[in-house]
């Protein structure tokens, strides 16, 4: 079975600032996809930006991007220029065969 | 990304009655929805993939007969939790899968019930 783990139960970081969020899984399949998604306090999940594994290339969104180290199993999430509409819970979630597996959170809070 | 709607957003029931949850993929036909639960301050936990026109697939340790699951056609999926009890209080997720699209593992989420059973 996978597992998704979220070392970082709570970050805060100041408006217009750069974050790291960290990521790590494990698999043992080749053929997968990872994501970031957001759930604001409206609780609505937002996908942030997904990568797939057999694609080196980090993948990009604005102001969101990934550091994907495969062979390290990592997958951290880079939030640029932060903005108070960040602050939310990020889950990292693991996807093969349409079934996703979710890190436990990081909770962000963006302050100004 | 498609759009997925949920009714209804809040419920609150007595217990020992039946509820029933919607979700609706509003843009594109889904083969495949997902239901998930999330407790307060936790992460969402997969009950069961709701496939059209067949029997949904059970996550282990989802009981199939309290949680009632109709998938009837490509953009309708119903959850029905039956006899609830104030342990089945939470919120309730759904989401749909782009299917052979090619971002075919992407799932995008209905914005949520809240359930609470007195």
């Known amino acids: 079975a996978q597992t998704v783990t979220q070392s970082q139960p709570e970050m805060s970081v100041q408006e217009a600032e750069t974050v790291t969020l960290s990521c790590t899984y494990d698999?043992?399949?080749?053929?997968?996809?990872l994501f970031w998604y957001k759930q604001p306090p409206s609780r609505q999940m937002i996908l942030v930006i997904r990568q797939e594994a057999y694609k080196q290339q980090n993948a990009t969104e604005n102001r969101f991007s990934v550091n994907f180290q495969k062979a390290a199993k990592s997958f951290s999430l880079k939030i640029s220029d932060s903005q108070l509409g960040d602050t939310a819970m990020y889950f990292c979630?693991?996807?093969?065969?349409?079934?996703?597996?979710f890190g436990k959170g990081t909770l962000l809070t963006v302050n100004p | 990304g498609a759009v997925v709607s949920q009714h209804p957003s809040r419920v609150i029931c007595k217990s020992g009655t039946s509820v029933k949850i919607e979700c609706r993929s509003l843009?594109?036909?889904?083969?495949?929805m997902f239901w998930y639960r999330q407790f307060p301050k936790k992460s969402l936990m997969l009950m069961a993939t709701?496939?059209?026109?067949?029997?949904?697939?059970?996550e282990q340790g989802v009981e199939k007969d309290k949680f009632l699951i109709n998938h009837a056609s490509l953009t309708l999926s119903t959850l029905t939790v039956t006899s609830a009890h104030p342990e089945d209080s939470s919120f309730y997720i759904c989401s749909v899968s782009e299917g052979s699209r090619p971002a075919a593992d992407t799932q995008y989420f209905g914005p949520g019930t809240r359930l609470t059973v007195l």
């Open positions: 709701s496939n059209e026109g067949s029997k949904a697939t059970y």
């Open positions: 843009d594109f036909q889904a083969t495949t």
């Open positions: 698999t043992s399949e080749s053929n997968y996809y």
């Open positions: 979630a693991f996807s093969r065969n349409y079934k996703l597996t």
